[in-house]
């Protein structure tokens, strides 16, 4: 095991104008700055500019750097029509070995179900592309009466969760980084 901070990548899933993954985003990112197991960034695939046609592109390079040199993922995602957007997808399609053995957690928004039919396509995804999804969950329902002008919420659910996120993300994280660092993911 090695005693590097953990590099979690936050990846903002939505790019559509007038999105709400910044707010959720940003929260999230807030919290975990407390957690000093962690090293955070913030990976928005509004100006990641990732060509839909999966070109290899010098943004599509950037990107692929990025995910490798990351340790484990949270995927901030909203629901749309009872999916997830297309620009996430893509994003994962973008990079492939870069992906395999990390941990991803999942902070979902949405309406009344709170992201949650999204969160569950993405496991499936995730998983082809040989990635750890942790068990644990972070969602919000009628996201925007959940946040307050300042993008704060005093919803415990969320906060108790994140708290759980973070510590199933750094376990897997931990386990699995020290396993790469001297023996290839046989994917």
Not at 13 to 27: E, K, L, T
Not at 99 to 127: C, D
């Amino acid at each position: 095991m090695t005693t590097d901070r953990i590099r979690l990548e936050v990846v903002v899933g939505s790019v559509r104008s007038g999105r709400f993954g910044p707010v959720v985003a940003d929260w999230f990112v807030r919290l975990a700055q407390d957690d000093p197991r962690f090293e955070i960034s913030l990976l928005d695939l509004a100006v990641a500019d990732l060509p839909a046609d999966h070109t290899d592109s010098p943004q599509a390079q950037r990107f692929r750097s990025r995910v490798d040199a990351a340790d484990a993922f949270v995927f901030v995602t909203p629901e749309y029509n009872h999916g997830y957007p297309a620009a996430l997808k893509n994003a994962v399609d973008t990079a492939k070995e870069e992906w395999r053995g990390k941990p991803v957690g999942f902070v979902s928004y949405g309406g009344l179900s709170g992201g949650l039919r999204a969160t569950e396509q993405l496991r499936q995804v995730v998983a082809e592309v040989h990635m750890v999804s942790v068990r644990q969950t972070v969602s919000f329902h009628r996201a925007r009466k959940r946040f307050d002008a300042d993008g704060h919420t005093d919803d415990g659910a969320a906060i108790d969760g994140h708290a759980r996120l973070l510590e199933q993300l750094a376990w897997w994280a931990d386990a699995v980084r020290g396993v790469r660092s001297h023996r290839p993911y046989p994917g």
